[in-house]
T-cell receptor
Framework: GQSLEQPSEVTAVEGAIVQINCTYQTSGFYGLSWYQQHDGGAPTFLSYNALDGLEETGRFSSFLSRSDSYGYLLLQELQMKDSASYFCAVRVDSNAGNMLTFGGGTRLMVKP | DSGVTQTPKHLITATGQRVTLRCSPRSGDLSVYWYQQSLDQGLQFLIQYYNGEERAKGNILERFSAQQFPDLHSELNLSSLELGDSALYFC?????????????FGSGTRLTVV
């Protein structure tokens, strides 16, 4: 089976930088994705890493190390609207099919 | 609007009843995925369909079933409902069978079983 570990909660102040880590144990790993979900809302896609290294999209960056089964999401210049839950997810292909398996989510609280 | 349409948005029903949740994927997307999210929990994969055929199954209860129709919309049927089935049910779609690159989620159906 697959398992993903991420912190349950992170608190940071507006304007700061925060890093949300994700470690995973999977078979047939193809890539690591990140999703943002505001309370009561739908998850929205943020980023995807298939190869080692850093991917940058505006204030958000995502990193992957396949050898360490580890990735992180970096949020810079935090804004109040960044308060949300962030989920890492691994893409796994198997004989049974393919899908994303999500971690339990990290609730980010941004304080003024 | 993400382009993935889920109906109804809210559903309140009694234990033992049966409900059907509907999902229309984003135009052009062939894959549909169903996920369950209980209060303050992560997203649990239920089932995937690709172009009308079941592709993958997760921790879906035998009381639950799904199908994808020729027009690519999908329905998730939940029967003999229990209090523990109360959750947000999300549908997501992607353009490829693999779906790993990026899902587009619908706004979800909030099911409350009383």
């Amino acid at each position: 089976g697959q398992s993903l570990e991420q912190p349950s909660e992170v608190t940071a102040v507006e304007g700061a930088i925060v890093q949300i880590n994700c470690t995973y144990q999977t078979s047939g790993f193809y890539g690591l994705s990140w999703y943002q979900q505001h309370d009561g809302g739908a998850p929205t896609f943020l980023s995807y890493n298939a190869l080692d290294g850093l991917e940058e999209t505006g204030r958000f960056s995502s990193f992957l190390s396949r050898s360490d089964s580890y990735g992180y999401l970096l949020l810079q210049e935090l804004q109040m609207k960044d308060s949300a839950s962030y989920f890492c997810a691994v893409r796994v292909d198997s004989n049974a099919g393919n899908m994303l398996t999500f971690g339990g989510g990290t609730r980010l609280m941004v304080k003024p | 609007d993400s382009g993935v349409t889920q109906t109804p948005k809210h559903l309140i029903t009694a234990t033992g009843q049966r409900v059907t949740l509907r999902c229309s994927p984003r135009s052009g997307d062939l894959s549909v995925y169903w996920y369950q999210q209980s209060l303050d929990q992560g997203l649990q994969f239920l089932i995937q369909y690709y172009n009308g055929e079941e592709r993958a199954k997760g921790n879906i209860l035998e009381r639950f079933s799904a199908q994808q129709f020729p027009d690519l919309h999908s329905e998730l049927n939940l029967s003999s409902l229990e209090l523990g089935d109360s959750a947000l049910y999300f549908c997501a779609s992607s353009s490829a069978g693999t779906g790993g690159y990026g899902y587009t989620f619908g706004s979800g159906t909030r099911l409350t079983v009383v």
